[in-house]
Structure formats: structure tokens, C-alpha cells
């Protein structure tokens, strides 16, 4: 694996339209990446969300059929924050998500459907900086993505989905990973840190049981703190990174 540690980040590439964010869980996006969703949709770009659970083992103390529709509830919540509308579940079960075909069709499906240029998702590889172990849903998540990006151009694989009515999109040029230990490019964090906050904030139910912490502060301090870590690579600006692949 290349090592970034002293590269200076890269902006992220500004000239497209749409993009779609695809991650395992409510809550993944507010922790890795909504300042720079915020400041997307204030340029007048289209971002919509597709989570593959809805949660629902998130929360030892509250059933699974009472905690994936308030987990729901909270991603909605969190997700028009930073002017995100387009929130769509698959209802993979939430712990046990496996990587494969199935998981591959239903977010190539997702790509046909709202034809991204940009492509978003969340950390694929095994650990969070070698030193904290990922969740295998995160790590079946992302790999599915990056690979369904490229199986969303192909009519001959899935050719059941353009049997559906979804035609294949070609259009995804770059897969960008948050969370990655490897960056290679950011966005500044600051002008929506403060709805970053608030929408991370959304998932309240699931952060106190995470911590004793005040919720609020919480979160101010893991996003403010995450995104000033990156500020020495891009220009003394606290900044959101991303791992882009190219297509």
C-alpha cells in the first residue's frame, strides 16, 4: 500500500452533478463525511443516500424491530441536515452483511437508477489505521461498491436489471472511500462543520448508548478534532479526506 503521510491532499475533483454515497449503516456518513456532503448541496449539487441496513443491531438494548425504524428515522433526520432528500434502505441485515453477487446487483441497481458521477462509501479495508479493527459490514460495503461501479456499466452482468428497466450507467469516474487511512484528496470542512454537527447529533439515540459524554459535545469534538488532524495536508485548512479511485 502506498503511504500518503507526507503527500498534501488534493481537492476533490468539483466537475460533476451527482453523486451517490453508499455505506453499511445509519450513522456512517455523519461520522466520515457530511461537512463536505453540506457543502455539495449548497453548490447546487445532487447527493442521494443508499444504506445496506437499516441499523437494527445497533443498539443492545432496543429490540431489532423497534431499533431499525427509529435508526431509520435518525438518518432521515441527519440526512436533510445537509440537504440530502434521496434516502434509500436495502434491508441487508445490520452485522451480517455478506460481500457477494446479491449485494454487488442491489447497489449496481442503485448506480443504474440515479446515475451518479460520483460515487461515495466508507472504508473497505481491514482496519481503521492498522491499529483499530473494521467492521465486516463496513469492509463488505465498501469493497461491493467499488467493485458495483464498474458492474453497473456492463449490460452482461446483472442482465436481469436491464430486463427491470435499469439500462447500464457508465458515467461513475471516480469512487471516493472516507475513512481511508491512505487519503489522496479532501474537502474543507469548515463552511459545514456546524451542520455536520448537527447531523451527526440526529443519531441521538445511538450515541447514548456509545457514550456518557454530553451528546453534543460528542460530536463537535470527534468531527473538529478528525478534521483538523488532516489540516497540515491541506493547507492548514481542517479538511474531510477521501481515498479517490478513478474510472
Known amino acids: 500500500m502506498t503511504d500518503h503521510v507526507n503527500d498534501q491532499l488534493q481537492p476533490m475533483p ?24 453540506a457543502s ?7 447527493v442521494a443516500y443508499l444504506l445496506a441496513t437499516r441499523g437494527e443491531a445497533g443498539i443492545d438494548t432496543l429490540d431489532p424491530a423497534t431499533c431499525g425504524p427509529l435508526r431509520e428515522r435518525e438518518q432521515r433526520a441527519g440526512a436533510a441536515v445537509v440537504g440530502v432528500t434521496e434516502v434509500e434502505f436495502l434491508d441487508h441485515r445490520d452485522g451480517v ?17 440515479h446515475r451518479p458521477e460520483l460515487v ?25 461498491t467499488l467493485d458495483a461501479a464498474g458492474d453497473a456499466g456492463n449490460r452482461w452482468i446483472f442482465p436481469e436489471l436491464v430486463e427491470q428497466g435499469l ?4 458515467g461513475v469516474r471516480w469512487v471516493a472511500v472516507a475513512g481511508s487511512s491512505s487519503p489522496t484528496h479532501a474537502v474543507d470542512a469548515t463552511p459545514g462543520m456546524e451542520r455536520a454537527i448537527r447531523s451527526l447529533l440526529e443519531h441521538r439515540a445511538y450515541i447514548e448508548v ?34 479517490v479511485f478513478s474510472r
Open 14 to 37: 468539483d466537475d460533476w452533478r451527482r453523486a451517490l454515497a453508499v455505506v453499511a449503516h445509519p450513522d456512517d456518513l455523519e461520522y466520515g463525511c457530511a461537512a463536505a456532503v
Open 40 to 46: 455539495w448541496t449548497d453548490g447546487g449539487r445532487e
Open 97 to 113: 452483511v455478506e460481500y457477494g453477487l446479491g449485494l454487488r446487483r442491489d447497489i449496481a441497481a442503485a448506480i443504474r437508477r
Open 120 to 144: 461515495i462509501t466508507l472504508n473497505h479495508r481491514d482496519t481503521w489505521g492498522s491499529t483499530v479493527w473494521n467492521t465486516p459490514d463496513h469492509v463488505a460495503v465498501g469493497r461491493a
Open 167 to 170: 439500462e447500464p450507467w457508465d
Open 210 to 243: 456509545l457514550t456518557d459524554q454530553d451528546p453534543e459535545e460528542y460530536c463537535r469534538t470527534f468531527l473538529t478534532a478528525n478534521a483538523q488532524a488532516a489540516a497540515a495536508r491541506f493547507g492548514g485548512r481542517p479538511a474531510v479526506t477521501f481515498e
